[in-house]
Nanobody, 126 residues
Framework: VQLQASGGGLVQAGDSLRLSCAAS????????MGWFRQAPGKEREFVAA????????RYSDSVKGRFTISRDNAKNTAYLQMSNLKPGDTAVYYC????????????????????WGQGTQVTVSS
C-alpha cells in the first residue's frame, strides 16, 4: 500500500494550495483518510480527517474555516484545499489512511491510522 502526497510548495501568506493524496494497493473507500503536519522542532499534529461517506469531517481549531478536506472514492484520493495560508501553516504535510470506519472523535489520533504517505512540504512566507 502506498500513499502519495503531492501539491506542496512555497507560497505567500494569504495564498491557497491544494494537496492531493493518492492511495494505491488497496481501496479506502470504506475507511478514513486524514492529514497531519509537522513543523520543524514540533510534534506531528492533526489537521483534518474525512470518513468514508465524505460527509463527516473533522478539523483542528487552527485550520477550521480555512482548510477543506474532501475525497474522491472512485480515484482512491483525498484532497486538502488550503486557503488564507499563514506562516504558521509551514510544515511537512502527511496524508494517512485507515480501512476502518473510525468514529469521528478518534480521527484526530495518529494511532487510528495504518498507512502514511511520505509527506509534502508547505512553506508560507510572510
Amino acid at each position: 500500500v502506498q500513499l502519495q502526497a503531492s501539491g506542496g510548495g512555497l507560497v505567500q501568506a494569504g495564498d491557497s494550495l491544494r494537496l492531493s493524496c493518492a492511495a494505491s494497493g488497496r481501496t479506502f473507500s470504506s475507511g478514513t483518510m486524514g492529514w497531519f503536519r509537522q513543523a520543524p522542532g514540533k510534534e506531528r499534529e492533526f489537521v483534518a480527517a474525512i470518513r468514508w461517506s465524505g460527509v463527516s469531517t473533522r478539523y483542528s481549531d487552527s485550520v477550521k474555516g480555512r482548510f477543506t478536506i474532501s475525497r474522491d472514492n472512485a480515484k482512491n484520493t483525498a484532497y486538502l484545499q488550503m486557503s488564507n495560508l499563514k506562516p504558521g501553516d509551514t510544515a511537512v504535510y502527511y496524508c494517512t489512511a485507515s480501512p476502518r470506519r473510525t468514529i469521528l472523535s478518534a480521527t484526530s489520533a495518529q494511532t487510528s491510522y495504518d498507512y502514511w504517505g511520505q509527506g509534502t512540504q508547505v512553506t508560507v512566507s510572510s
